[in-house]
């Protein structure tokens, strides 16, 4: 096991109504004037930004209000959430949705608490030396913001955009409030694109290099087969409280850094694959995700099969074959038919992107490596040339 520092200072308030406490949590914070900022429609639509605001009220807490986040949040809206911040005074951001508007809203944290350019966070360049603080109440489970320290952007300045991610414990969740009822009204391509980003923060963690992580693998399998089970029911029964509560908490935990204690941080090539296709085609991020995984995986097992055989044994449970291999590759494809099961794509073309040319294959795998710049991955290490490798495979 490696040496590691578990840090998740976010107060987690979890269950039915847990949204009528916004306003005493906001309240704890000491702050002067809130920014509530939301995404499109959901929020207004089932009310919860009218709760959200009363509870503010109730306890005699200003605010100003920010919507307009989309899937994949722009550059353009943080600059305008900023500006506002500046011009109202604004000491504390509370995000009222999911990933999008949680990752905004750290992006208008990094960019008011600091001068200059807040794209350079993005770019490392420099990085963010203070934030405002964030809390989050959370309306879909997926992209774990709400406990991680991650926060990832998309700018839509230049001609071609890039999505790129800044990482600081300064823009971790003061608070965050989790009522999975809120999670009900997602439409179904929603929740299961969720269900697959859930289920790859952990397993990009759990493709890693260390051994001898019992405790750690053991909580991720029991994650995974969790998620599983639960996205199965979800198919059938949206409305299953439990179901959205154990996909709920599981969104949580697979993010914070739990399951990465004592691994070398993982893989995350996935990930990073996946960033490029949602700067340039803006598909939704787990879909995406789902679409490049087995490809990865048959890319690169040949480098760690034990970890993939463990995989393939631990999570997808598949019947012991008689050669690893062949185990192995029961694995990957019980994954694929999990995927196909709740509907995900598990490829380019299922996704919605179809006949790439070699010329667009390259262009991504060239974007993707910053110019050729780093690798990724760490199963094995993906240059330019093996991540188009995987982009063509992928099709
Ligand atoms: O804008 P509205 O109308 O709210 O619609 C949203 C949006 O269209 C809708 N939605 C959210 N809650 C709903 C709802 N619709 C009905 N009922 C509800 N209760 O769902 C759509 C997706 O919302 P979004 O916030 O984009 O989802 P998600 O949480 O998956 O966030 C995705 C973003 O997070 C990034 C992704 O790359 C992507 O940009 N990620 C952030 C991470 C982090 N900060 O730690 C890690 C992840 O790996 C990921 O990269
Ligand atoms: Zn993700």
Request: charged share 25%; hydrophobic share 35%; with cysteine.
């Amino acid at each position: 096991m490696n040496n590691f520092t578990y840090y998740t200072p976010t107060k987690v308030v979890f269950g039915k109504k847990a949204e009528e406490q916004v306003g005493a949590l906001v309240k704890e914070q000491g702050c002067k004037k809130v920014l509530v900022h939301y995404g499109g429609s959901s929020a207004k639509k089932s009310g919860l930004l009218d709760r959200v605001t009363a509870s503010l009220e109730a306890e005699g807490i200003s605010y100003v209000m920010l919507g307009g986040v989309v899937p994949n949040p722009r550059l353009a809206l943080v600059r305008k959430g900023i500006e506002l911040c500046r011009q109202e005074g604004v000491d504390f951001l509370l995000a009222v949705g999911g990933g999008s508007v949680i990752d905004s809203s750290k992006a208008i944290g990094y960019g008011t608490a600091n001068e200059g350019e807040v794209w350079d966070f993005y770019e490392k360049i420099r990085k963010p030396a203070a934030c405002l603080p964030v809390g989050a109440v959370l309306t879909i489970a997926a992209a774990g913001s709400e406990m991680s320290h991650s926060c990832v952007i998309t700018n839509d300045e230049e001609k071609n955009w890039k999505k790129k991610g800044c990482s600081s414990d300064l823009g971790r969740c003061r608070f965050a409030v989790m009522n999975p009822e809120l999670t009900m009204t997602l439409p179904e391509y929603q929740t299961q694109s969720g269900c697959v980003d859930i289920m790859m923060h952990t397993m990009e963690r759990y493709f890693n290099r260390v051994e001898n992580m019992e405790l750690t693998d053991g909580i991720s399998e029991n994650l995974l087969r969790t998620v599983m089970k639960n996205a199965r029911i979800l198919m059938d029964d949206p409305e299953n409280y439990d179901a959205r509560a154990e996909v709920m908490w599981a969104g949580s935990l697979s993010h914070n850094g739990l399951t990465g204690c004592g691994t070398d941080g993982g893989d995350w090539a996935c990930h990073q694959l996946e960033h490029e296709l949602g700067a340039t085609y803006d598909v939704t991020h787990g879909a995406g995700l789902a679409a490049v995984w087995g490809t990865w995986a048959r890319y690169v097992w040949r480098e760690k099969p034990d970890r993939f055989l463990k995989f393939a044994r631990n999570v997808m449970q598949v019947q012991e074959m008689e050669s690893d291999e062949k185990t192995i590759l029961a694995g990957i494809e019980a994954m694929e038919a999990f995927y196909r099961s709740i509907h995900m794509p598990v490829n380019l073309r299922e996704l919605g992107i179809s006949g790439l040319t070699e010329e667009e294959i390259q262009d991504l795998a060239y974007r993707c490596s910053y110019q050729e710049t780093r690798t990724i991955g760490c199963i094995k290490k993906l240059g330019r040339k093996e991540i188009a490798d995987i982009y063509r495979l992928a099709q």
